[in-house]
């Protein structure tokens, strides 16, 4: 028997084709008796998210055969063409299935290093195989151990801490200057991306109130929708400013929007609370100088991206250490899987079968 995995992700395809090969909740179980059912599979879960579409299987064949039958069920399974799935696939065998395994559950594989969402994807994905009745002993402790995997490395190591977008450096950043978010009120100029994506972080850690602010209304209104915010005319935003915390700014202005003998001139009606000025323009939106008021903090994009590089680079110096760490469980777990019983002991407790201890 082998195991392997095969699948595609973010790493290999775009999402335009990931799409198209992505199960909803309710074929999952379908597809897994229909890979028992020919033969294909002893043992088998499917895992499907945004970001990857993976098939694990414990196969009475061998690495090579058991992909190209994989393969063929997925082409068959997804309707689609050879040629539109072949070229995104990867597969790993045995001890390389093992690592991806524990790897995808740490985080380590994941679009944001460290992330833990998958994990509880990868819970409900196991958990659907239990309720289909598709896995056995082999993927039953593979999977419990995968999660025990994922525990210890983030109990005991920094590769989930920190930032690694400029939106979750700007919601640690204005955490820290306001002791926390709730209430603050956020104004954006401009309509760009970045600065979007920014609001919608600051939101979700509970700021209370979004005005949004641009040369054409049109697109103000509709950021503002989408938000959940409030539209406010570009020549009047100023008259909103005394009763801001937080303003993100990102237009195409060729000069500041804010300098600093405007910014001065309009903190003098607003209580002397910290002000938050978040530039992900470029060039600038917001004079460095403003920085040396009173209770006024600036970022711009270089300062955000530093910082998150930094974070980045502390996550990437913990990455040796999980990957050790995985490598020596995988070839633990491989053993004690190829090992044979002994007489009178064809019932080894860390094969036996049943989903205990997978939460």
């Known amino acids: 028997m082998s195991l392997i995995v095969v699948g595609l992700s973010h790493h290999t395809c775009p999402v335009s ?35 990857r579409v993976e098939v694990y299987v414990a196969s009475p064949f061998s690495g ?19 040629e539109a799935l072949l070229p995104y696939l990867y ?21 944001v290093l460290g992330e833990t969402e998958i994990l509880g994807q990868l819970k409900d994905a196991y958990q659907c195989a239990v309720g289909a009745k598709s896995t056995g002993k082999a993927l039953n402790k593979l999977f419990q151990k995968a999660f025990h995997v994922a525990k210890h490395i983030r109990s005991n190591t920094g590769v989930q801490r920190g930032s690694t977008s400029v939106g979750s450096v700007a919601v640690e950043l204005a955490e820290r200057i306001f002791d926390g ?19 919608r972080s600051l939101l979700s850690r509970g700021a209370s109130e979004l005005l949004v602010t641009n040369r054409s209304m049109e697109r103000a209104r509709a950021l503002a929708h989408e938000l959940d915010g409030r539209a406010v005319a570009f020549e009047d935003w100023q008259e909103e400013f005394h009763h801001l915390d937080i303003v993100i700014s990102s237009t195409s202005a060729p000069t500041y929007v804010l300098n600093r003998y405007k910014v001065q ?17 470029v060039p600038r939106d917001i004079d460095p100088e403003i ?23 502390q996550r990437q110096s913990e990455l040796t250490k999980c990957k050790t760490y995985i490598r020596s469980k995988a070839q633990e777990w491989l053993e004690a899987w190829k090992t ?11 094969f036996q079968a049943g989903p205990s201890g997978a939460s």
Do not use: W
Request: hydrophobic content about 35%.
């Open 340 to 350: 044979p019983p002994k007489r009178g002991e064809e019932t080894d407790s860390y």
């Open 91 to 111: 597969s790993h065998v045995d001890s390389d299935c093992i690592e991806h395994l524990f790897k995808v559950a740490s985080g380590l594989d994941s679009l």
């Open 291 to 313: 920085n040396e008021l009173e209770n006024v903090y600036v970022y711009n994009i270089d300062h955000l991206q530093s910082i998150a590089q930094d974070y980045l680079e």
């Open 181 to 199: 978010l709730e209430g603050k009120r956020v104004m954006v100029i401009g309509a760009g991306d970045t600065s979007e994506k920014t609001a």
């Open 265 to 281: 001139q309009l903190i003098q009606h607003r209580p002397a609370t910290p002000l938050l000025l978040i530039d992900i323009a």
């Open 17 to 51: 084709v990931r799409e198209k090969f992505a199960f909803g909740q309710e074929e999952i179980a379908p597809s897994l008796a229909k890979m028992q059912q020919s033969g294909l599979a002893d043992e088998c879960v499917v895992l499907s998210t945004c970001n």
């Open 64 to 82: 090579s055969e058991a992909f190209k039958r994989i393969h063929h069920f997925l082409q068959q399974d997804r309707g689609c063409e050879e």
